[in-house]
């Protein structure tokens, strides 16, 4: 069974770091979707990627986020510099077709808490 | 875009059809209906999807009136693992951020 693989699966660093998450999404899935989940906000959609362009990033904080496609297997979430609200679980999904309401694979996430 | 409004919480009891309703009052023309499924320490999973009438898979079926505005996730005989919680989406392909999770419904199956 296909599945969507994230690394690292906990992070835990201080104030001011910098902090790369990674996804590979299920092989031949061309859209690619990250997502931030707490308890107060619930799930929120940062950016997603269609063929390794972005498509929407909106709801990403411009300022210390940033996220790339590198090649088709990879992509990656960076917070520099990383604060303390920053804590939170990242997931990253993927899909077939090119829409935001297509079935999405959900990666058991990265679960980030920053001191 | 369509606000979906579900019960925060749910209990049932093993081999029992479970029910979970979603409002979506304000659903637009082009918007299908996702629902998706939640354990603690995982992602989401997708579940079902619709746009119309009733859909049904080897886990669950979709029930879609004709006016869409409600749809109703419909969980035959649960078991204890299907203690989760179960998000309902409603939007379209072009939603962007816009097509948000929301709260969810914790569904908890009692033995």
């Known amino acids: 069974d296909a599945r969507v693989t994230q690394t690292p699966r906990h992070k835990v660093t201080e104030m001011g770091q910098e902090v790369t998450m990674r996804c590979q999404p299920i092989l031949g899935h061309n859209t690619v979707f990250w997502y931030r989940q707490t308890m107060m906000q619930g799930l929120e959609l940062l950016a997603y990627?269609?063929?390794?362009?972005?498509?929407?990033d909106s709801g990403m904080p411009k300022d210390r986020f940033s996220a790339e496609m590198p090649d088709a297997t990879l992509a990656t979430l960076k917070i520099q510099p990383s604060e303390p609200r920053d804590s939170a679980v990242y997931f990253c999904?993927?899909?077939?077709?090119?829409?935001?309401?297509?079935?999405?694979?959900f990666g058991d996430g990265t679960r980030l808490s920053i001191l | 875009l369509a606000k979906t409004t579900q019960p925060i919480s749910m209990d049932s009891y093993e081999g029992q059809e479970v029910n979970i309703t979603c409002s979506h009052n304000?659903?637009?023309?082009?918007?299908?209906i996702t629902w998706y499924q939640q354990f603690p320490s995982q992602g989401p999973r997708f579940i079902i999807q619709?746009?119309?009438t009733k859909v049904t898979n080897e886990v669950a079926s979709l029930f879609i009136p004709a006016d869409r505005k409600s749809s109703t996730l419909s969980l035959p005989r649960v078991s204890l693992s299907d203690t989760a919680v179960y998000y309902c989406?409603?939007?379209?392909?072009?939603?962007?951020?816009?097509?948000?999770f929301g709260g969810g419904t914790r569904l908890m199956v009692k033995p």
């Open positions: 619709g746009y119309k």
């Open positions: 999904a993927s899909g077939l077709g090119p829409g935001i309401n297509q079935p999405q694979h």
């Open positions: 989406l409603v939007g379209a392909y072009n939603a962007g951020n816009m097509l948000t």
């Open positions: 304000n659903i637009a023309t082009n918007d299908y």
């Open positions: 990627f269609r063929n390794r362009a972005p498509l929407d």
